[in-house]
């Protein structure tokens, strides 16, 4: 369990100095022992004022964070253990409406044991209240950044926190719909923690206190300014089959470009980022349980403006793969950030353990968000282009390649396959699908090819 902050602490940590400062809160007089008129609650909320020094379980108010201006919602988890009742949820709506009207981000910092019992459903329905915030705010193309303090469960997670567009989350923190004291008796703790949650595909990252401020300012920064202006595709690094033919120019025959796209000496997915992004941001899961290392996702500067990019690094594209980067595409084309994405894999993972996980459906997913973008995609084949697993990631229209990728309605080795043809006509197979970068150019399926040299 980590260290548990106070509303005022964790404030403290993350803003700039004396740059905070507190909302005016909504007056509301729920009757004696507040609407349900439980025993003893408003000595209980007297209890919890005179510990904490708070007359609520939320502080909310502006402040500049890594020198960009945000909306902080701070839970205090000592005043009846960040729970949500009306008053709660009154302040909640004030925060995200000021956010709104001033064009600011919101940061909900969380600690919280979920609903409060003493109002009943009434602070049960605050949950759907801050969900209609949150959503207006979405669509208002504001970006909302959680981060997960000790504890964030039941309903403030299932909001506040799991509903933010970038998840953050201090180590150790629990973090999971069921609290301790209502989960089965045999559940696995370790599966309600922050780090269980980043594995899981529901929290982005695990920051350490002493860099959260940074890492806040830098996704600040990132989120919080968009660009309509088409991202420009790298240049080509270089590097083919061997250092003799590095960037000597296009292949000469389609097994070539193969050949070079699959070599181990090609620069890969984190080359290029490293190449083109001043600095990066990653984004990590899909939300639905998974992750997949080979697709990259995230924000990053690239010639002082924020691109989103999503990234292939060679591997077989898992489904959580594919939905993390519809994930990142819907996201940038919210906040009106131009999307990068570099395609390189032989196709889609086609195991059963794929199919069970839903590849049609993701697949599909991320050809829909591609389609439906309204900011500029633009892509870069950087090696393997493998059938629709790799075209689900590619723009219409603004693709372009390097002379070390190939692009292909189905790998060499399966189109002689399913033609019947035996092993020594695979090479004859892949000048007949015409899959040089040089082909694809006159077929108008890229628009040019990128060239470069190794940095």
């Not at 084309?333 to 195991?351: E, F, K, W």
């Not at 500029?376 to 697993?389: A, K, M, R």
């Given at each position: 369990m980590t260290d548990r902050h106070s509303a005022r602490e964790i404030?403290?940590?993350?803003?700039?100095?004396?740059?905070?400062?507190?909302?005016?809160?909504?007056?509301?007089?729920?009757?004696?022992?507040?609407?349900?008129?439980?025993?003893?609650?408003?000595?209980?909320?007297?209890?919890?004022?005179?510990?904490?020094?708070?007359?609520?379980?939320v502080v909310c108010g502006t402040a500049d964070v890594g020198g960009t201006r945000a909306v902080l919602i701070a839970f205090e988890f000592g005043f009846l253990g960040g729970s949500l009742g009306e008053r709660t949820g009154d302040r909640l709506e004030a925060a995200y409406t000021h956010a709104r009207?001033?064009?600011?981000?919101?940061?909900?910092?969380?600690?919280?044991?979920?609903?409060?019992?003493?109002?009943?459903?009434?602070?049960?329905?605050?949950?759907?209240?801050?969900?209609?915030?949150s959503v207006l705010t979405r669509e208002a193309g504001l970006p909302q950044l959680a981060v997960l303090r000790d504890p964030t469960t039941g309903g403030g997670w299932a909001t506040l926190g799991a509903g933010a567009d970038v998840v953050l989350a201090l180590p150790?923190?629990?973090?999971?719909?069921?609290?301790?004291?209502?989960?089965?008796?045999?559940?696995?703790?370790?599966?309600?923690?922050?780090?269980?949650?980043?594995?899981?595909?529901?929290?982005?990252?695990?920051v350490r206190p002493e860099n959260l401020r940074k890492t806040l300012g830098r996704w600040l920064r990132l989120l919080a300014s968009p660009s309509r202006t088409p991202a420009p595709p790298p240049a080509a690094l270089g590097a083919g089959v061997?250092?003799?033919?590095?960037?000597?120019?296009?292949?000469?025959?389609?097994?070539?470009?193969?050949?070079?796209?699959r070599s181990s000496m090609r620069p890969r997915a984190e080359?290029?980022?490293?190449?083109?992004?001043?600095?990066?941001?990653?984004?990590?899961?899909?939300?639905?349980?998974?992750?997949?290392?080979?697709?990259?996702?995230?924000?990053?500067?690239?010639?002082?403006?924020?691109?989103?990019?999503?990234?292939?690094?060679?591997?077989?594209?898992?489904?959580?793969?594919?939905?993390?980067?519809?994930?990142l595409i819907r996201l940038a084309?919210?906040?009106?950030?131009?999307?990068?994405?570099?395609?390189?894999?032989?196709?889609?993972?086609?195991?059963a353990e794929a199919e069970r996980q839903g590849a049609g459906a993701a697949i599909a997913d991320l050809f829909g968000a591609v389609a439906a973008a309204r900011?500029?995609?633009?892509?870069?084949?950087?090696?393997?282009?493998?059938?629709?697993?790799?075209?689900?990631?590619a723009a219409p229209g603004n693709t372009w390649a390097t002379s070390d990728s190939y692009f292909s309605v189905i790998a060499p080795e399966l189109a002689a396959a399913i033609l019947k043809r035996p092993p020594n006509e695979v090479e004859a197979t892949a000048d007949h699908l015409h899959i040089r970068p040089q082909d694809l150019v006159e077929l108008g399926v890229i628009r040019g090819v990128m060239t470069g040299d190794v940095g």
């Open positions: 404030l403290a940590l993350v803003t700039d100095d004396s740059t905070f400062a507190e909302l005016p809160y909504p007056a509301r007089d729920s009757g004696p022992d507040g609407p349900l008129s439980w025993p003893g609650y408003d000595a209980s909320r007297t209890r919890a004022a005179g510990r904490t020094g708070e007359t609520e379980s009207e001033h064009r600011l981000p919101v940061v909900p910092l969380v600690a919280t044991g979920g609903s409060r019992m003493q109002e009943g459903m009434l602070a049960l329905t605050q949950l759907q209240r801050v969900a209609r915030q150790g923190a629990q973090v999971g719909f069921a609290g301790s004291r209502v989960r089965p008796p045999d559940a696995d703790p370790a599966a309600y923690t922050a780090e269980a949650q980043v594995a899981a595909g529901a929290a982005d990252a695990v061997s250092e003799a033919t590095a960037g000597t120019g296009l292949p000469a025959t389609g097994w070539e470009a193969v050949q070079r796209a080359r290029y980022l490293d190449a083109y992004f001043t600095h990066r941001e990653a984004i990590d899961g899909d939300r639905c349980g998974g992750t997949d290392a080979g697709m990259l996702c995230g924000f990053g500067e690239h010639e002082g403006r924020t691109v989103a990019y999503a990234a292939q690094t060679g591997s077989a594209t898992r489904p959580a793969g594919y939905r993390t980067a519809a994930r084309d919210r906040l009106g950030i131009p999307v990068l994405t570099l395609v390189d894999t032989p196709g889609a993972a086609n195991d900011t500029p995609v633009t892509t870069l084949v950087i090696g393997e282009g493998g059938s629709g697993g790799a075209l689900a990631l």
